[in-house]
């Protein structure tokens, strides 16, 4: 398979709450108004230490969307999805960025977050972003 080169991140840094990857830095946070089925999701200008799973079609809160899973390459967890593409021309603004799912994520500090009873269970997406 060969060997892993992994990208380290050096100032305040979200990663894979699995192994500790790094994923992204707080200062390439887009939005923290996105949502999916488990509670909240960030919107990433940058993201590291991913491979991309197979683009689909998704219909989303916001309309439909080209993306793709996105894989922590330490431990091979989901971590959130990728646009491709987006057919609303109010949404193209998230062409080429990520959202990391916060449960699946270490904050900053050391934080996780924890799924409420709240989180929302259909289509993930922005609200406001």
């Known amino acids: 398979m060969g060997r892993l080169f992994v990208t380290h991140l050096e100032?305040?840094?979200?990663?894979?709450?699995?192994?500790?990857?790094?994923?992204?830095?707080?200062?390439?946070?887009?939005?923290?108004?996105?949502?999916?089925?488990?509670?909240?999701?960030?919107?990433?200008?940058?993201?590291?230490?991913?491979?991309?799973?197979?683009?689909?079609?998704?219909?989303?809160?916001?309309?439909?969307h080209t993306v793709a899973d996105i894989f922590c390459v330490g431990c091979g967890s989901i971590v959130g999805w990728k646009y491709e593409a987006a057919h609303d021309k109010t949404q193209k603004y998230k062409e080429g960025k990520s959202v990391l799912e916060r449960y699946k994520v270490s904050g900053p500090d050391g934080s996780n977050y924890w799924v409420s009873h709240e989180a929302h269970v259909g289509g993930s997406d922005a609200d406001d972003a």
């Open 11 to 64: 100032g305040k840094i979200y990663s894979c709450k699995h192994c500790r990857t790094h994923l992204a830095l707080c200062q390439d946070i887009v939005s923290k108004s996105f949502h999916c089925r488990h509670g909240k999701a960030y919107l990433f200008s940058k993201v590291v230490n991913v491979s991309l799973g197979e683009k689909e079609e998704r219909q989303m809160m916001t309309g439909w």
